[in-house]
């Protein structure tokens, strides 16, 4: 859009300013309201019953003995469901309420509200469900039922000089936010429903609600809870149609809270993996060609596998010149937990095998980690495997020149610190075992949604005077579920009208869709949306200062969409196409000691490289770095979801291990600025680039002072110290930690 009025000047807590949060100081006091803490008077408490089983038929399911106990309000089941009864992002395959089978473990069989939440979860229990379980699908190898393949092909040369291959493969991770699925649903005069939820997308929540309840969409209004962290884990639907369902039968409001094991059944994961590379090059470490098998275990529904396979595809092979390109990327349906959204989301999964690939690679050519990726780094100009041209900056190498660059923590000396060793505060060891090793990991993630998606976002914008004082309001349905949005939006608005007095309305569906927080992609579209709208705030101005402006004129409202340039599919034969919007990359260095005997890991310390094209908010950002990188340093070495059999073994946060504070070491960060110049003030989204990449560097570097291969993440104790192989002495740099 054309500015026929200059935006004023940039305030203290505008654009490029470490602006504070409005809920800082009500979160570390512990007085932000989450969705949890929801209460009205005369609500009453939903439960799920879920199967036991990852696969069985249901025969018959006797809701008597539930409805005999006192306090106990309603049992339903599929019977009771009073639309629509399958749902899904992508496709409509997962029921509401299982029908007549069940295909995972934890698949909601009936809900239950009562006037207690003990009496609500003892009830569900009470009900008696008759399965006749089957033989479960549970490996994606063997699996027939594909949801989506998708090749790429380019160029017809795979022969080179020097040949790597490799199979690797990722667990199952879990997104782990602290927060669980919780909201309220109320009743409304007009026969539809106020749900308060904590969620990642709005509208699509009700797009999925609506039908269900055989309402239409306007009868179905939707307002953002706190949230406790998402990931991906919120943008599919958990309890919502559940509580909405009970609140209209009951005609109160209904309340619904997962318990952590619960939480772990109720959202999707991340994708396992299984992996087989292949990579030539010539002898001076070229890349000549790259293949690929990609294998996604998408679980029982669609969710968002399709989109995870084409990110898995389309980015295969790396930041790298590559002139031939085999890759094919499929997910399978199986009866293992559901998977989707995660912060990474396809690309996660490839960037780890396509790095080992590369060390391995650099191996073979004699060549030093970073030298083999600087040799084949992309740059603007570039092709990737699709065939899209990078047509904004890509300064790859240039990054990897500034990460190498920085200095290494010095090896310890004399007596240590027991606590800074493998192990830490447990003292499993005094440092006789323990080698150091150094690792590198590139990464390049898509922004915002790809493959031809109406991508947009909706802001409207006020600007009155209050008091004789200039205010303005900026209303939108973003969800903000942790990383800055209702931060950054007064940080917008206030750089474009030059008011300092900004609020931010909460999140719902009275305004048009902001699409997900997911795909690092709010602050391109929201913000691209809130800047539009206070442009055409702006120009009503008249070139007059806000306050003079506002008492000539009146309350000045604007609404205006963003969309971001046209993607296309890829197409599902050679996979070539421009179905991306934006490309981003991190890259990483990881220190680590290993204790070789007893197959433990510290991290010593990250350092990181990441182009932003524009800091909208120093701190934020560097805060979506850090947690990026912990959730990366947790896939590589301790956070697994361990299913057999369809059987889900650690649903809880005692057996299922997250990073602490303790876990996560020191982080040298490097935030470099190359504005991409077709997204709003140049930025680059920023949050998902730092979990790829930290990944394959952590596992290089334990790679690096064992010797070992390690072709899997997460790398387990017994991967360490009861490997086969056994340790290479001196792996590293022959310097004891």
Known sequence: MTETVP??????????????????????????AYASDLWLDGMVWGVTLRSPHPSAWIRSIDAGPALAMPGVLAVLTHEDVPGAKFYGLDLKDQPVLAIDQVRYQGEPVAVVAAEHPETARRAAAAVVVDYEPREAVTDPRKSRDVVRRQPVRRGDTFEAEVVVTGEYEVG?????????????????EDGGVDLYAATQWLHVDRDQIAPCL???????????????????????????????MLALRLDRPVKMVYGREESFFGHVHRHPAWMRYEHGATRDGRLVYVRAEILLDGGAYCSSTPAVVGNAASLGAGPYEVPNVHVDATGVYTNNPPCGAMRGFGAVQACYAYESQMDRLAEACGLSPVEIRLRNA???????????????????????????????????????????????????????????????????????????????????????????????????????????????????????????????????????????????RQSYVTGGAVRAACEAVRERFGGLPPREALARFGPIEATREYRHRPTYPMDPDTGQGDSHTQLALCVHRAVVDVDVELGLVKVVEL?????????????????????????????????????????????????????????????????VEFPDPAAPYGLRGAGEPPTLSSTPAIAAAVRAATGLRLTRVPVRPEDIALSDSGITEGASDGKRA
Do not use: W
């Not at 004023?8 to 809920?23: C, I």
């Not at 199952?172 to 409304?188: H, K, R, T, W």
């Open 172 to 188: 199952m991770q879990d997104q782990a936010p602290l927060g669980p699925e919780s909201g309220l649903a109320v009743p409304a």
């Open 607 to 671: 350092a990181a490289v990441q182009d932003v094209g524009r800091m909208m908010n120093p701190q934020a950002l560097e805060g979506q770095i850090h947690g990026g990188s912990a959730q990366g340093l947790g896939l590589a070495l301790m956070e697994e979801i361990q299913v057999r059999d369809g059987q889900v073994l650690n649903p809880s946060f005692t057996d299922y291990l997250i990073p602490t504070i303790l876990d996560m070491p020191p982080m040298q960060l490097k935030i």
């Open 7 to 32: 935006p004023p000047a940039v305030t203290d807590q505008g654009v490029g300013a470490s602006a504070r949060r409005p809920d800082a100081t009500l979160k570390v006091t512990g007085e932000f």
């Open 214 to 244: 055989g309402l239409p969409p306007e009868k179905v209004r939707l307002t953002l809870a706190g949230v406790g962290g998402a990931f991906g884990a919120r943008e599919d639907l958990s309890m919502q149609i559940h509580a909405c």
């Open 378 to 520: 992309v740059s603007q100009g570039s092709r990737l495997a699709t065939g899209q041209v990078i047509d904004s900056p890509a300064p790859l190498a240039a990054m990897l020149r500034e990460l190498a660059s920085m200095p290494l923590p010095e090896a310890s000396r004399g007596e240590r610190d027991l606590r800074t060793l493998p192990g830490g505060v447990s003292q499993t060891t005094h440092g006789e075992s323990v080698r150091r090793g150094v690792g590198y990991g590139v990464g390049i993630k898509n922004i915002c949604f790809s493959e031809g998606f109406d991508d947009y976002s909706t802001a409207r914008v006020r600007a009155e005077l209050v008091g004789g004082e200039p205010r303005v309001t900026v209303h939108t349905a973003a969800a903000e579920v942790g990383q800055g949005l209702v931060t950054l939006q007064a940080q917008i608005a206030r750089t474009e009208l030059g008011i300092e007095d900004v609020t931010v309305a909460a999140a719902d569906t009275s305004v048009g869709s902001a699409g997900s927080s997911s795909a690092s």
